[in-house]
């Protein structure tokens, strides 16, 4: 049965408030706030910038929030209105009423959300686990989006390793600042988070998730994506098996632009984060047009 993703108690949901509020000082530009109400419950969305380009929609991975995209959002918004969103079903000030039972529901839910933006289209980027729903913005919702661009989409073209996924369930369930630290440096190596993001990413393990997990993209689902594709992957990544990702899409996608960066794990963006936003934001504007 699909669940309703939400904190594990009070305790946990005002630690996590409190933590956000902190790295909510990390953000460089003005923003407002918006809660869009869509028929999956209410969405958090922060907003930034202004200007004539499409307008572009970010989507963060596990344990990140709208809040995530902090490092490099001055960047994106200097043409263009940014929205992050909080994602239903993770751990932010999004608020879940209803499942996301089915891939096509995280297609509706974009669509209600630029809805209530009141924008017609928008440009999406997604790192990580939210790469797997800007895909499924993609593929749902392709009428509504200009170009999806994938940050480390592990888990879209090809399966994760599965001694990768034994040692984030391994991982996962050390808490302490020592396992942190050992994740990083095998997840993400050569990225070191400021301690607002390490405890607010902490908090947000008190956040029961209900999102999809990501999975391989049939043939005929490569085959008939609509919207521009470009994947940014670490060519040192443990999870997201950059080469054998580039030759399936080499080979059922051959439009989609590939962008390896060598030496660079999972946190390829926080390793390289001029080199990742410029080859976005050109990528971007490039689609602009439609």
């Given at each position: 049965?699909?669940?309703?993703?939400?904190?594990?108690?009070?305790?946990?949901?005002?630690?996590?408030?409190?933590?956000?509020?902190?790295?909510?000082?990390?953000?460089?530009?003005?923003?407002?706030?918006?809660?869009?109400?869509?028929?999956?419950?209410?969405?958090?969305?922060?907003?930034?910038?202004?200007?004539?380009?499409?307008?572009?929609?970010?989507?963060?991975?596990?344990?990140?929030?709208?809040?995530?995209?902090?490092?490099?959002?001055?960047?994106?918004?200097?043409?263009?209105?940014?929205?992050?969103?909080?994602?239903?079903?993770?751990?932010?000030?999004?608020?879940?009423?209803?499942?996301?039972?089915?891939?096509?529901?995280?297609?509706?839910?974009?669509?209600?959300?630029?809805?209530?933006?009141?924008?017609?289209?928008?440009?999406?980027?997604?790192?990580?686990?939210?790469?797997?729903?800007?895909?499924?913005?993609?593929?749902?919702?392709?009428?509504?989006?200009?170009?999806?661009?994938?940050?480390?989409?592990?888990?879209?073209?090809?399966?994760?390793?599965?001694?990768?996924?034994?040692?984030?369930?391994?991982?996962?369930?050390?808490?302490?600042?020592?396992?942190?630290?050992?994740?990083?440096?095998?997840?993400?190596?050569?990225?070191?988070?400021?301690?607002?993001?390490?405890?607010?990413?902490?908090?947000?393990?008190?956040?029961?998730?209900?999102?999809?997990?990501?999975?391989?993209?049939?043939?005929?689902?490569?085959?008939?994506?609509?919207?521009?594709?470009?994947?940014?992957?670490?060519?040192?990544?443990?999870?997201?098996r950059p080469l054998a990702a580039q030759r399936r899409l080499a080979e059922r996608l051959p439009t989609a632009e590939v962008e390896i960066y060598p030496g660079t794990g999972h946190g390829v963006r926080g390793q390289l984060p001029d080199l990742v936003t410029a080859r976005v934001v050109e990528f971007q504007a490039r689609h602009d047009a439609g």
């Amino acid at each position: 049965m699909a669940r309703i993703g939400r904190f594990k108690s009070d305790e946990a949901r005002d630690a996590y408030l409190c933590t956000s509020e902190a790295m909510a000082g990390l953000w460089p530009v003005p923003a407002t706030l918006a809660d869009v109400p869509t028929p999956f419950g209410s969405t958090h969305v922060r907003r930034s910038g202004s200007g004539d380009a499409v307008p572009l929609v970010l989507l963060a991975g596990l344990l990140g929030s709208s809040l995530h995209w902090h490092q490099i959002v001055a960047w994106l918004a200097q043409d263009r209105a940014v929205y992050a969103l909080d994602t239903l079903g993770a751990a932010g000030r999004s608020v879940q009423t209803a499942p996301l039972a089915r891939d096509a529901d995280y297609g509706a839910w974009f669509a209600a959300v630029l809805d209530g933006l009141g924008l017609d289209r928008a440009h999406v980027l997604g790192e990580s686990s939210g790469a797997w729903h800007a895909t499924l913005a993609g593929l749902h919702a392709a009428d509504r989006v200009a170009s999806v661009s994938l940050i480390e989409p592990n888990g879209v073209f090809v399966k994760i390793p599965w001694r990768a996924l034994l040692k984030m369930v391994r991982f996962g369930g050390d808490t302490t600042d020592e396992g942190w630290l050992r994740m990083g440096e095998w997840l993400t190596p050569g990225v070191t988070m400021t301690d607002v993001e390490r405890a607010t990413a902490k908090a947000a393990q008190g956040y029961r998730i209900a999102g999809g997990w990501a999975r391989p993209l049939k043939d005929a689902e490569l085959e008939s994506f609509a919207p521009p594709l470009l994947a940014v992957l670490g060519g040192e990544s443990v999870v997201s098996r950059p080469l054998a990702a580039q030759r399936r899409l080499a080979e059922r996608l051959p439009t989609a632009e590939v962008e390896i960066y060598p030496g660079t794990g999972h946190g390829v963006r926080g390793q390289l984060p001029d080199l990742v936003t410029a080859r976005v934001v050109e990528f971007q504007a490039r689609h602009d047009a439609g």
